[in-house]
């Protein structure tokens, strides 16, 4: 079995990294790069970098600002926002980044998806599929930010994005983004079997428990957060050691390993007992005859 990567989502408005709750309010967190280093630093698999008001504003993610998260440390990063066709797409690749992702431009024109997996590779293309609940209890994909309504399923969505040569699918629920309540579990198992690419889950993680929910369907191969990331309590070393000692097939090349450690019902990191902070800290020697 392959092995499942967990992957960093940073959220950038007017060039600050934010927590998304709803796809409607912000709450600012910081510079992306520095965003970025933290989660390299942690031990993140991947980080994708998303401009979220870029469509909206008629232009592309900042392709400097891309480039220094992309130099921030040494994970595949994907970036997006804005994005309109090969040349976009382009730029991105050269300012090194691994992968784009698109999501206006996977609604509106599937030959550009087309092009660019036939010049770029399928690997570099990512669709961001972002999903909501509609009063009749069916899916629908929506995109600018959750704003405007596609009028299509996202099984069928998803199937159009891989006929056109999309490599790997994020899909987000719209209404869990940001409510710490889980992922949304019926939409994954509704849309990720029905397609041969990679999928990726996100929307909703708000503790450790969540993440392995989602990492144990065999038809998940990533999860991604964003707000629950960007804590220190919530570091990557300590939520993937918390991971592997549930079994879950995600990387273990992390920078610090974490013993005894506990999590609260709010999926926080609990306080070390002192009895465990002293054998951390101190070496006990027995005592040596004069």
């Avoid at 994708?48 to 992309?70: F, H, K, N, P, Q």
């Avoid at 930010?145 to 719209?174: D, F, H, M, W």
């Avoid at 506990?262 to 002192?274: A, C, E, P, Q, S």
């Amino acid at each position: 079995m392959a092995i499942k990567r967990l992957i960093g989502c940073l959220l950038v408005r007017q060039g600050i990294v934010v927590q998304s709750i709803g796809f409607g309010r912000y709450l600012p967190v910081g510079r992306p790069e520095i965003a970025a280093r933290f989660f390299d630093l942690w031990g993140i698999d991947e980080t994708i970098v998303l401009d979220i008001d870029a469509s909206r504003e008629g232009r592309v993610i900042d392709t400097e600002m891309a480039r220094g998260v992309s130099q921030a440390g040494f994970v595949p990063i994907t970036a997006g926002g804005g994005i309109r066709n090969t040349e976009d797409i382009r730029v991105l690749l050269a300012a090194g980044v691994d992968k784009v992702c698109v999501n206006r431009l996977a609604s509106q024109d599937l030959r550009v998806i087309e092009e660019a997996s036939r010049l770029f590779g399928t690997q570099c293309i990512v669709a961001s599929v972002d999903v909501r609940i509609m009063p009749n209890g069916a899916y629908s994909v929506f995109t600018d930010g959750g704003r405007q309504n596609c009028g299509i399923g996202p099984v069928e969505y998803a199937k159009r994005l891989v006929a056109a040569g999309v490599g790997e699918i994020l899909l987000t629920s719209i209404d869990r983004d940001g409510a710490r309540s889980g992922y949304d579990l019926d939409l994954v198992n509704l849309v990720a079997p029905e397609v041969d690419i990679p999928v990726i889950v996100c929307g909703g993680a708000g503790s450790a428990e969540h993440l392995n929910e989602a990492l144990e369907l065999d038809c998940v191969s990533a999860v991604a957060a964003a707000n629950f990331l960007h804590h220190s309590e919530q570091s990557i070393s300590v939520l993937k050691s918390w991971l592997r000692n549930a079994n879950a097939d995600v990387r273990g090349e992390y920078h610090a390993t974490y013993r005894n450690f506990r999590f609260g019902d709010d999926g926080r990191v609990l306080k070390l007992r002192d009895e465990d902070l002293d054998e951390q800290t101190y070496k006990f020697v027995e005592d040596e005859p004069i």
